[in-house]
């Protein structure tokens, strides 16, 4: 999506726990910074607001005309199958519809991919330090 407004509706599944959700609002401002077309919001399953829906309709009055959800999850399991999918109206199998007046789409999660492996390596290596110190 060069050069074109968008929305963007990073999802998180919400927790009691708080730092579930400042990571999703973290990695949300930092993926706004590296898509500066984006208008990023972000949206949660359970437990923490916005809501999803809420999170859509947010998007009121920016003048973006086209959505991509994405869900900030590793794996591909019932919340990404269903849960979500459910929440935004998507029947199965469905990647695209129509809400609002909005064109959004469906992004898949994270899942295997070098840049997750890296990063994952990066993590063992931090743990290592504990030996040394």
Known sequence: MENQKFGLLVVGHGSSMPYNQELIEDVAARMAKKMPDAVVRVGFMNMNKPTIKDGLDSFDGTGVKKIVVFPLFLARG????????????????????????????????????????????????????????
């Open 78 to 133: 019932v919340h990404i199958k269903e849960d979500i999918p459910n929440l935004i109206g998507l029947k199965e199998g469905q990647k695209r519809i129509t809400y609002n007046g909005y064109d959004i789409v469906y992004a898949d999660p994270l899942g295997s991919d070098d840049l997750i492996a890296e990063l994952s390596c990066r993590r063992v290596t931090q743990a290592f330090a504990v030996y040394e110190s």
